[in-house]
């Protein structure tokens, strides 16, 4: 019954009702985006929207750009099949929101301008500060937005019924091109309204299959737990207890730690969301932005508790592995199995909404940096007109979706999972440290920031390489190779974790604090009283936007 349904979805499900739906939504959003970006733009509208939106409205639109497909797919798929540890993603996540409450949100939006360098070079010398943050804001930015053009050409497999290659690569052009599009008309405040929509939509799409899910159930998800159980014959009871995933040996466990600390750590240092705190035009609003997407991102996740289970419960955990998008078909199929053709429909128009939105908050962040910090900042020296900073901000987004395109295509069909731990590892790794220290430690030094920025990025990077989700990891069933290098037959790994944070993180704060402490270089004094009273009291903030 459950492969029936299962090639049944494949057939039935209709790929033009999909991308009807998804044509509905562009068009939309496109209308929206032009009305409410006529006009000029300076460099603050362009970057921050001429930071006019609420914080209500911001939370909203950081929702919208922190719930990926990989949120949305990907950990509803990882609660089907290993359960109770699927869901410690979910917590993960969330959890990370109060970091960034406690110790980021308000601090970052009264001292920065338009990017995170703004923030890490105030007190320090401009130009290698800069350059360091830059990267770090690139390499970060790079593969987060590959994961998602390449999760995109992964989609199309199930959701729009586009099996070959030429046409997955086909859908990855096509969304890359309506990013750039959204970028280059909207800017920031085009983006966010596209973020604000998305937002609301999968929201609503999650509550509709919950409710549909604890509706057949009595309303109890006891009952939906159990009826997952019982449709989980290899694993049973296991399912609903820790260490299905994590714990069957100590290195799991390990992996696991390391895991939750990139993720813990990585949200508060991601330069996407950073940059929404400057789109408020106060530091209360900037805490409200945080507070309003705390609450949304939490009660998604619970959403994606019932339909992890629910999607256990009523597909089965076998047919969504034999399925073209694996775990990422959990609540596609869990759609068609409810709604038929119209709600599958719905929930794919949804899954590349959401994929648009946050590729579109992406580039963004990559052409503010390219444009603001290297171009204006560093190869300009300041010197840099406001026309002279948008137009090259203009001409970066397309390139960076020229290179997000052609990355998104050669890495289809690829192991992208590696992409986004990299992305949570680098921004806990080479971002995070240097955001603390500049905020909270007076001694803190440009050599201190250069350390930990390059060495956090490096060490990242590095084990990530020789980790092995890169080489080495095989299916002990099957034989068939689980890394980015598809022949199993090559194996070059010495770093036994799949995540490296539990040992870059840490690294990043040691070479903070070591760089520092060895500096010649004396931190000036006024300098960190200025940042302090102005981070702490948001004096000046008002004048620094409008410039």
């Known amino acids: 019954m459950r492969a029936l349904t299962l090639a049944t979805a494949q057939q039935v499900g209709n790929p033009m009702l999909n991308i009807g739906i998804f044509v509905i939504f562009v068009l939309v959003t496109m209308v929206v985006v032009i009305r409410v970006s006529s006009g000029k733009k300076t460099a603050g509208e362009y970057y921050t929207g001429g930071a006019a939106f609420s914080g209500r409205q911001n939370g909203v639109a950081i929702a919208g750009d922190y ?29 990370a929101w109060l970091v960034a409450l406690l110790l980021v949100a308000e601090l970052l939006r009264n001292t920065g301008r338009f990017t995170m360098a703004d923030v890490l070079s105030f007190r320090l010398r401009q130009r290698p500060v800069r350059l360091a943050a830059a990267t770090s804001t690139l390499a970060v930015s790079f593969f987060y937005l590959l994961a998602q053009m390449a999760g995109a050409g992964g989609l199309v497999s199930l959701l729009l019924g586009v099996s070959s290659w030429a046409g997955q690569a086909i859908v990855i052009a096509v969304v890359g091109a309506l990013m750039m599009v959204y970028v280059l008309i909207g800017g920031m405040k085009g983006t966010t309204w596209v973020q604000i929509i998305k937002a609301c939509l999968l929201i609503a799409g999650a509550a509709v299959i919950t409710v549909w ?33 994590y714990g069957k040996t100590t290195t799991t466990k390990i992996d696991f730690i390391s895991l939750s600390m990139a993720l813990v750590l990585g949200t508060a240092g991601l330069p ?62 869990l759609a068609y199995h409810l709604g ?36 204006t900042m560093v190869i300009k020296e300041g010197k840099a007109s406001p026309e002279q900073e948008v137009k090259v901000a203009r001409y970066a987004a397309l390139g960076g979706g020229v290179v997000a395109i052609v990355g998104g295509i050669l890495a289809n069909g690829q192991n992208i999972a590696f992409l986004v731990a990299l992305a949570f590892a680098v921004a806990a790794s080479a971002n995070l440290p240097t955001i603390l220290y500049s905020l909270f430690w007076s001694r803190f030094t440009t050599r201190g920031a250069l350390w930990s920025i390059y060495g956090g990025l490096g060490s990242a990077l590095l084990l990530i390489i020789f980790s092995p989700v890169m080489s080495g990891k095989v299916d002990p069933v099957t034989g068939k190779s689980l890394s980015m290098i598809a022949n199993s037959a090559v194996d070059f790994h010495w770093f036994p974790l799949d995540n ?30 200025e940042m302090e009273v102005r981070s702490l009291s948001g004096h000046g903030t008002a004048e620094a936007v409008q410039h």
């Open 340 to 375: 038929g053709s119209v709600l599958l429909g719905v929930i794919a128009a949804i899954a590349f909404a959401t994929i648009l939105a946050v590729v579109a908050g992406l580039t963004i962040t990559t052409s503010a940096t390219f444009a603001h910090d290297i171009y």
């Open 67 to 95: 719930l990926s497909a990989a949120s949305f797919l990907g950990i509803a798929g990882a609660i089907a099949t290993a359960g109770y540890d699927g869901f410690l993603y979910s917590i993960g996540f969330l959890v």
């Open 213 to 245: 899910v604890l509706g057949r159930f009595g309303f109890n998800l006891s009952n939906v737990m159990q009826r997952a159980v019982e449709e989980s014959p290899k694993v049973g009871e296991k399912l609903l207890n820790p260490g299905l995933k």
């Open 500 to 529: 490296p944070g539990i040992v870059s993180i840490p690294l990043g704060f040691l070479l903070g604090w070591l760089g520092s402490i060895t500096d010649s270089e004396k931190p000036d004094p006024e300098k960190y009283a």
């Open 272 to 333: 996407h969301v950073l940059m929404r705190f400057y789109t408020v035009p106060t530091s209360k609003e900037a805490r409200k932005s945080v507070e309003w997407a705390i609450w949304l991102i939490g009660l998604f996740y619970l959403f994606t508790l019932v339909i992890g289970f629910g999607a256990a419960a009523l597909v089965g955990p076998d047919a969504i592995k034999a399925a073209p998008g694996k775990e990422n078909s959990a609540a596609p199929l």
